[in-house]
Structures are given as C-alpha cells and as structure tokens.
C-alpha cells in the first residue's frame, strides 16, 4: 500500500506494477533473511523480531526502491536451473530493473533496485 499510494501520490503511475513486484520480491528476501519464518510463532519468538524498512526515493527520470535489513550478508543472485522453485526473484528483479544492488548499512545492508520512468516526448 505505500508503494502503491506514494508512486501514485507521484504521478509515477506506469511503474506501480513494476515497483510492487520488486519491492515484493527485495522484502520478501529480507524477511527470509531476518524475519520469523516459522508457522504460527509463538509470543517468545515474536519479541525477536527484526525491522526491516522500505524506502523509496523520486529522482528525475527513475524512482530508486531501497530495502533495508539487519543482516550483513549481500545477496548473490543464483543461477537457478529450470524446474528450480526458488533462486529466482533476483533475476525477476534483474529482468525488471535497470539497475540492482546492494550496499553495506551498518548495522545490515541495502538491497536496491532502479525503475525508469519513461516520459512522454511532448513533456
Ligand atoms: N536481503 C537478503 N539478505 C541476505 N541474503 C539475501 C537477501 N536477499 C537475497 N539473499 C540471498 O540471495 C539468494 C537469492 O535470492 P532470490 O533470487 O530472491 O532467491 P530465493 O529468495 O528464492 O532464494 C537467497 O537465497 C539468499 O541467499
Ligand atoms: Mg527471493
């Protein structure tokens, strides 16, 4: 929902589809990385859990997507083989972005994705 009411918010209409799968495929990376994974978490494990954020930020011809988490650790994007079920949503986020990366934080890292928005020639 803030993705998609802050692009809009924008004018950024034409990269909400686009931005909600990153962003949904970077979040749920951190939370896989981070988060509490297993089903029906009891109350102890809840206290543990770790923040994650999400930022987007508007530049002049693309909007940037960051997702922050506690771990350190980079994503590598796999080679995932045809009939993999995982190892894929980086390449999705690779197929889609015109740039993705990653960045140390301290504590943790930024996992960051570009989308350009294409301006219409009479503008
Ligand atoms: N936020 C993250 N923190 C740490 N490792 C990550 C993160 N995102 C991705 N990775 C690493 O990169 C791998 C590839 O990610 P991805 O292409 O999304 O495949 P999948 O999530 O299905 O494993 C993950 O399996 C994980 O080891
Ligand atoms: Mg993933």
Sequence with gaps: MFVETTLAKWGATPVIDDALLVVSELVTNSVKATGVTTRDPNWAELGE???????????????????????SREPVAQRADFNAESGRGLFLVEAIASRWGSRPARPG??????????HRRDE
């Design 49 to 71: 859990l770790k923040l994650i954020s999400v930022r987007l930020l508007g530049l002049e011809r693309s909007i940037m997507i960051e997702v922050w988490d506690v771990e």
């Design 109 to 118: 890292k930024v996992v960051w994705a570009e989308l350009l928005i294409q």
